[in-house]
């Protein structure tokens, strides 16, 4: 029993320690036994992690310490109270453990993913407001708490079985899609990088916006990947995002032969940078406001701005819902989950790192 107390009291008392100046103000004879119960407990917390027993002489102050007046007026509570401290002595003990855990595993999930929810990145509150979160199903304790227990596990797995994806070398070449071309249409050969977004995701936009202050596109073969974020039922979790990423697939099949700039970038910088005649930006029309038939109208007066002929923005309209392009998303997709595993967007490979969250 005592020493699991032993381990309690340690717990408490190291709380309790980090006030001791305030209390050796107030009262320095119970500082002064209050320091010297938290180094004993220690001593006691030290021999039971090299598997030796407690110092009985802390045994004998924790049970005076907390029975010694109930003894005295009380003496046929003595047994039910030590029931009750060694029940208690057990759930600190197990709470501390527990919480340790979910401290550790939350660190990890930071570093190795970049949110500390691994299942809803969009709750954490540390990264929730610079990306948007690539939500699991979530699985609930109350309804199943052995499923709940095992999910928690497995991620905890999951999360240290990525930490050498965290330190590796990343290319950016490596996961290019296919079709893709860089934000100049030309190549420097130099800093390649992958840019991973959902068109409809305010991040993503802010992160856009960021890249061209900084000169990003400059200095980098910058190349793009569209990633229409799912909802753990399939459907999409930002309104016209897989339209927006059709339309972008698309136009790398039917490509422009004229200007400095791809179409898949035209259609990203007017989205993430210009307005419509309501003076709402693009994207949040987009979001907010457009139907699937706007949106479609939308795009068709934006390929005519670009060049495209009539029949050739016939023909990408067509394309938008063909079995090809969705192939296409979907293989883009796998890449994303399977092998870039990101939890979150924006996310962008460049320098040799995996990054997430907007660029600052």
């Given at each position: 029993m005592y020493s699991m107390v032993c381990v309690a009291?340690?717990?408490?008392?190291?709380?309790?320690?980090?006030?001791?100046?305030?209390?050796?103000?107030?009262?320095?004879?119970?500082?002064?036994?209050?320091?010297?119960?938290?180094?004993?407990?220690?001593?006691?917390?030290?021999?039971?992690?090299?598997?030796?027993?407690?110092?009985?002489?802390?045994?004998?102050?924790?049970?005076?310490?907390?029975?010694r007046k109930v003894v005295l007026k009380r003496p046929k509570w003595?047994?039910?109270?030590?029931?009750?401290?060694?029940?208690?002595?057990?759930?600190?003990?197990a709470v501390s453990v527990w919480s340790l855990l979910v401290a550790a595993k939350s660190g990890l999930a930071l570093y190795v993913y970049g949110t500390c929810n691994l299942s809803q990145p969009s709750v954490c509150a540390l990264t929730a407001v610079d990306a948007c979160g690539i939500d699991r199903e979530p699985i609930y304790f109350k309804k199943t708490p052995l499923k709940w227990t095992g999910n928690w596990f497995a991620e905890f797995?999951?999360?240290?079985?990525?930490?050498?994806?965290?330190?590796?070398?990343?290319?950016?070449?490596?996961?290019?899609?296919?079709?893709?071309?860089?934000?100049?249409?030309?190549?420097?050969?130099?800093?390649?990088?992958?840019d991973i977004i959902d068109p409809?995701?305010?991040?993503?936009?802010r992160s856009f916006q960021?890249?061209?202050?900084?000169?990003?596109?400059?200095?980098?073969?910058?190349?793009?990947?569209?990633?229409?974020?799912?909802?753990?039922?399939?459907?999409?979790?930002l309104a016209n995002s897989y339209l927006l990423t059709a339309y972008i697939e698309a136009v790398r099949l039917c490509p422009l032969t004229h200007g400095a700039r791809p179409?898949?970038?035209?259609?990203?910088?007017?989205?993430?940078?210009?307005?419509?005649?309501?003076?709402?930006?693009?994207?949040t029309a987009f979001n907010t406001y457009y139907s699937e038939a706007t949106a479609r109208e939308t795009?068709?007066?934006?390929?005519?701005?670009?060049?495209?002929?009539?029949?050739?923005?016939?023909e990408i309209e067509e394309l938008t819902k063909s079995t090809v392009v969705a192939e296409i998303i979907e293989r883009n997709i796998g890449v994303m989950n399977n092998?870039?595993?990101?939890?979150?967007?924006?996310a962008r490979i460049h320098d040799g790192k995996r990054h997430y969250g907007v660029y600052k």
């Amino acid at each position: 029993m005592y020493s699991m107390v032993c381990v309690a009291a340690f717990v408490i008392l190291a709380v309790v320690a980090l006030s001791l100046p305030v209390i050796r103000l107030l009262n320095r004879k119970l500082a002064a036994s209050i320091w010297g119960l938290f180094r004993k407990s220690a001593s006691c917390v030290g021999r039971r992690v090299t598997l030796r027993k407690c110092d009985s002489s802390f045994k004998e102050d924790a049970k005076n310490s907390i029975l010694r007046k109930v003894v005295l007026k009380r003496p046929k509570w003595v047994k039910p109270l030590s029931i009750i401290i060694e029940t208690t002595a057990v759930l600190i003990v197990a709470v501390s453990v527990w919480s340790l855990l979910v401290a550790a595993k939350s660190g990890l999930a930071l570093y190795v993913y970049g949110t500390c929810n691994l299942s809803q990145p969009s709750v954490c509150a540390l990264t929730a407001v610079d990306a948007c979160g690539i939500d699991r199903e979530p699985i609930y304790f109350k309804k199943t708490p052995l499923k709940w227990t095992g999910n928690w596990f497995a991620e905890f797995g999951e999360i240290i079985g990525n930490i050498p994806a965290r330190v590796k070398k990343w290319n950016a070449v490596d996961y290019i899609p296919t079709n893709a071309r860089p934000y100049n249409d030309f190549s420097l050969d130099i800093n390649f990088a992958l840019d991973i977004i959902d068109p409809c995701c305010p991040p993503c936009m802010r992160s856009f916006q960021n890249e061209l202050e900084d000169g990003f596109f400059d200095n980098n073969d910058v190349y793009l990947m569209p990633y229409p974020i799912r909802n753990p039922d399939g459907s999409y979790k930002l309104a016209n995002s897989y339209l927006l990423t059709a339309y972008i697939e698309a136009v790398r099949l039917c490509p422009l032969t004229h200007g400095a700039r791809p179409a898949e970038w035209l259609i990203i910088e007017k989205l993430f940078t210009e307005k419509n005649d309501c003076e709402v930006d693009y994207q949040t029309a987009f979001n907010t406001y457009y139907s699937e038939a706007t949106a479609r109208e939308t795009m068709q007066g934006w390929l005519a701005e670009f060049g495209y002929t009539e029949d050739a923005a016939a023909e990408i309209e067509e394309l938008t819902k063909s079995t090809v392009v969705a192939e296409i998303i979907e293989r883009n997709i796998g890449v994303m989950n399977n092998e870039i595993k990101a939890r979150k967007l924006p996310a962008r490979i460049h320098d040799g790192k995996r990054h997430y969250g907007v660029y600052k």
